[in-house]
Every structure is written in structure tokens, then in C-alpha cells.
């Protein structure tokens, strides 16, 4: 299954994108990721790591893409039976900043993830965070 959330906020586009370059500032905004355990403090192509969640699921990933130019990253997660590919963008608007990401997922995973992942975008795009 594949679908599309966007969320606009007021945070300059340079700081939701530094947000999501970071993977120590992603607990900041992502309140279901506890920890981000990876070689390098930021995403770059080929980059693998784990991220911490609910409980200490850990969840093994690699960074498919990044153009901090365009400010747009992919990565791969996969979790059991669950094998995803997630799809980001940060874009300017009127006001502040629009996220988009795109999820391509078991659907079960999907109809599960998005209200989270909807929340988490919410935050990465506020300017008071």
C-alpha cells in the first residue's frame, strides 16, 4: 500500500530539514522514536542504523537517498514482517514549511503508522519546538 501525508507548519524550511538531517534531534519531534543508534550523527546515502521505539523495539534501517539541495531523503525499514520504504520532503509555504511523506508499506503497517507518523510531522514542522 502506498500513501501520501503532508503537514505545514510555521518552522523555516532550513530547520525542519536540519531536523530531519540530525538524528539526535529526531526524539525531539518524533515522539515514538526514543533513540537513533547509528555510525554518523547524520542521514547519508548507505547509512545503517537502528531506531529505538516504544518498548526498545529496535528497528534496523538504511538511508536509501539524500538531497539536502531539494531537501528529500528515502530510507528503508524493516521490522518482521513489515518491509517499508519512506519517501520525505521538506518544501517551502506560505508562512513557514510543508513535509510531505510518502509510505509504501504492508497496508496493516500503513493504517497502523500514519496517525503516528502524522503527529510526528505535525511537530517537525512547528517553530516552536
Known amino acids: 500500500m502506498r500513501t501520501t501525508i503532508t ?3 510555521g518552522a523555516d524550511p532550513a530547520v525542519a530539514w536540519s531536523r530531519y538531517e540530525n538524528l539526535a534531534l529526531w526524539p525531539t ?3 515514538q522514536i526514543q533513540e537513533v543508534i547509528a555510525a554518523t550523527p547524520r542521514i547519508a546515502p548507505g547509512l ?3 531506531v529505538v521505539g516504544p518498548l526498545g523495539i529496535r528497528v534496523p534501517f538504511e ?8 531537501m528529500q531523503w528515502s ?4 521490522l518482521g514482517p513489515v518491509d517499508a520504504t519512506l519517501d520525505h520532503a521538506v518544501r517551502p509555504a ?10 509504501d508499506a ?10 503516528l507518523a ?5 511537530r517537525l514542522v512547528r517553530s516552536d519546538l
Do not use: K
Open 118 to 122: 502524522a503527529l510526528a510531522l505535525r
Open 94 to 103: 506560505p508562512g513557514g514549511c510543508s513535509t510531505e511523506l510518502v509510505i
Open 106 to 115: 504492508p497496508a496493516f503497517a500503513v493504517i497502523g503508522y500514519r496517525p
Open 7 to 9: 503537514e505545514t507548519g
Open 75 to 78: 530510507w528503508h525499514v524493516r
Open 29 to 31: 519531534w518524533s515522539p
Open 63 to 70: 538511508v536509501l537517498s539524500v538531497d539536502a539541495e531539494a
Open 48 to 50: 545503517n542504523g537502528l
